[in-house]
């Protein structure tokens, strides 16, 4: 992957000897917990560890590593020529059909050197577990979160790719914001939610195309999540036909993912001069927000972190419209391990990319949230994401 000052210079495949350094990281946690070998089906654990992506259906698709240096993935047939297209780094065996008159877990046990101690990603389903533990009878699998604490720490390539999709959702801020200025300009109709949730994922996905070399088609490549007014005050609803009012509060949820790195950037905006209310609640969550900045850093667990940024609602009297933590990882995922929240003691660490998003949710009203995905460093933590956060930036004269 080669990022160069010329936009369209930017290649978004990482080449194909990054994924030996991702095995090879997988590896050395193996030894350290006793595994001959680790076998795993989770899309984003196929990305990290060989670079294919896929669409994933009923027909299993997975990556067996094994401790002595062989790499293995299981997929049917169909898709071995789409595996091939994107150089994955494995050995590839395939079966033809599921469920087949040979279980595609059996195809695999015949193709491996029989293991004594195998480690399956906790993420299995149960029926492929099933299908394993039956096709791997003298084998001892138990379960592991291995894959996702290898994924915590970012290689400097991935840093890269996740630096890309931020320039990119502070656009997609910019050309949802302007829709509405422009609108607000022409004296006409504002947008609807949906009018909005499409220009912005537009946007995205055009400069995408416009700017980059071998876009990476991940589970989502550009959108989100913009609603308004009322239907802002659910933390996650989905965009409606409900039209921009003057005095609204809303919200532009967005994100992407480059080379199947995920960011997010989310702002709250006001549709016209704020009220004290809405002033009150904005200011606070830009102060929590703040603090957030401040103080996730290497060294601190992700449920102190979370503390410390919920307390300032809570101190400010709103800790009852709090509906969620701080924030969560990110990286293959647009949500994933470790999380900023009560119940996870995870010591944070440089590299690992997190965001940083409290919210309060005023029922009948609206919610405000603003997040930036954190890059944490050394020394602190760099907000990948830039677009202006406070409410005199994040308001829209009318």
Known sequence: MTGTDDMNEFDQRLAPAFFDRTQERVRTMMAEEGFDAFLTDHPEDIAYLTGFFHHPSERPVAVWVEATGRTVMLLPELEREYAESQSARAELVAFFE????????????????????????????????????????????????????ARYVKFPEEVVLHREAARITDRMLDAGVQLVVDAVVAGGDLPTETELERHVTAAGTRLMYAEHRNVVVASL??????????????????????????????????????????????????????????RRYHDTIHAAQQLGRETIRAGIEGR??????????????????????????????????????????TVLQAGMVVSNEPGIYVPGHAGYRISDSMLITDDGAEPLTTFPRGLDDCTIPL
Do not use: K
Not at 105 to 119: E, S
Not at 124 to 130: K, N, V
Not at 232 to 248: K, Q, T, W
């Open 98 to 149: 599921y469920p087949g008159v040979v279980a595609p877990f059996q195809v695999l046990a015949d193709a491996v050197v029989p293991p004594r101690r195998v480690g399956f990603a906790s993420t299995m389903p149960y029926a492929r577990l099933a299908a394993a533990r039956s096709a791997f009878g003298g084998a001892d699998l138990v379960g592991s979160d291995l894959t996702i604490r």
């Open 304 to 345: 102190e972190a979370n503390r410390l940024c919920l307390d300032v609602i809570r101190d400010a009297g709103l800790g009852e419209f709090i509906r969620h933590r701080q924030g969560h990882g990110i990286g293959l995922g647009m949500h994933e391990a470790p999380w900023l929240e009560d119940g996870d003691a």
């Open 221 to 278: 490549l550009a959108g989100g999540l913009v609603y308004s007014g009322p239907n802002s005050a659910f933390p996650h609803g989905l965009p409606s036909v409900n039209r921009l009012r003057e005095g609204d509060t809303f919200m532009l949820s967005l994100g992407c993912a480059v080379g199947g790195r995920f960011i997010e950037g989310e702002r709250t905006f006001v549709l016209g001069e704020p009220t004290a209310e809405q």
